[in-house]
C-alpha cells in the first residue's frame, strides 16, 4: 500500500504516516526505505493511544504546512 | 541518559539567529541532544557523506533544513538525500522561511518528511522545536543506526 502511494506522482505528495502494533526493526526500516513520511508504534493503551493521537493533529494539522487540494 | 539515548540532529541552516535560537531552544528541551550544523548545501552534503573534515561525522537521527541556502540549495540538498539510497531513510525536516505553495508541494513531491514554515516570533519558534522534538524524539520510531 505505502508502496503503491509513493511510487504514484499525483499521490507522493500526500503525507503518509505509519501507525501500527508492530515495533519490528525491519517493518521501521523498510516504511523509511519507501519513504512513509513518520512510523509510530501504536500504544495498547487508551490514554497513551488519545496522546499519539493529539500529537499527530497538533504536529501535522496545526504547526506543518501540507500541501493545497487540487 | 545512556548514549545510546543521544539523539544527532543536523541543522542545515546559514542564519547565525536561526541557528543560536535553534540551538536555545533544543538546550531548553534535552540536553541529551547534540545538534550539528551545516551553514550552507555543500556543507550538508559533505558532512552525510562524511567528506573531508566531516570524516568522522556522526550519521544524524534526523536533518532539519532551511531551503534558501548559498551553494547548494535546500531544495537540491532535500532531492539529494531522497535518491540517495543509503540517506533517503534520515526524517528529513524542512523549515523554511517560504510558505510559496510551490515549494511546500515541491517538498513533499521530493518526500520531504515534513514542511514547517518558521514563525519570526521566538515564542512560536520555540513551541515549533519541542513539537518536532516531541514527535520525533520520544514518539517516532526511527530506524536504528548502522
Known amino acids: 500500500m505505502l508502496a503503491h502511494i509513493k511510487e504514484d506522482d499525483k499521490l507522493k505528495g500526500i503525507p503518509t504516516v505509519i501507525l501500527t502494533t508492530s515495533e519490528a526493526e525491519a517493518d521501521i526500516v523498510k516504511s523509511y526505505q519507501l519513504q512513509a513520511n513518520s512510523y509510530l508504534s501504536k500504544p495498547v493503551q487508551l490514554d497513551a ?3 499519539l493521537v493529539k500529537s499527530i493533529n497538533d504536529y501535522w494539522l496545526v504547526k506543518a504546512s501540507l500541501p493545497q487540494q487540487k | 541518559m545512556s548514549l545510546k539515548s543521544v539523539k544527532k540532529l543536523l541543522l542545515v541552516e546559514d542564519n547565525p539567529i536561526d541557528i543560536q535560537r535553534t540551538q536555545e531552544a533544543f538546550r531548553d528541551i534535552n540536553k541529551a541532544v547534540e545538534l550539528h550544523v551545516a551553514s550552507d548545501g555543500g556543507e550538508a552534503m559533505a558532512y552525510l557523506h562524511r567528506e573531508g573534515i566531516h570524516a568522522d561525522a556522526p550519521r544524524p537521527d ?10 547548494m540549495d535546500g531544495r537540491e540538498v532535500l532531492a539529494q538525500i531522497k535518491k540517495d539510497d ?3 531513510m534520515i526524517p528529513t ?3 523554511a522561511n517560504s510558505e510559496a505553495e510551490a515549494d ?4 513533499y513531491q521530493l518526500q ?3 514542511y514547517f ?16 522534538h516531541d514527535f520525533w524524539l520520544v514518539k517516532a ?3 536504528q543506526q548502522r
Open chain 2, 117 to 132: 514554515s518558521k514563525p519570526a516570533q521566538s515564542e512560536a519558534f520555540t513551541s515549533l522545536i519541542k513539537s518536532i
Open chain 2, 62 to 71: 534526523i536533518i532539519l533544513l532551511e531551503l534558501n541556502l548559498p551553494k
Open chain 2, 104 to 107: 511546500i508541494v515541491k517538498c
Open chain 2, 86 to 88: 543509503s540517506l533517503k
Open chain 2, 141 to 143: 520510531k526511527l530506524p
Open chain 1, 49 to 51: 493511544f488519545e496522546t
Open chain 2, 112 to 114: 520531504a518528511n515534513t
Open chain 2, 93 to 95: 525536516i524542512i523549515l
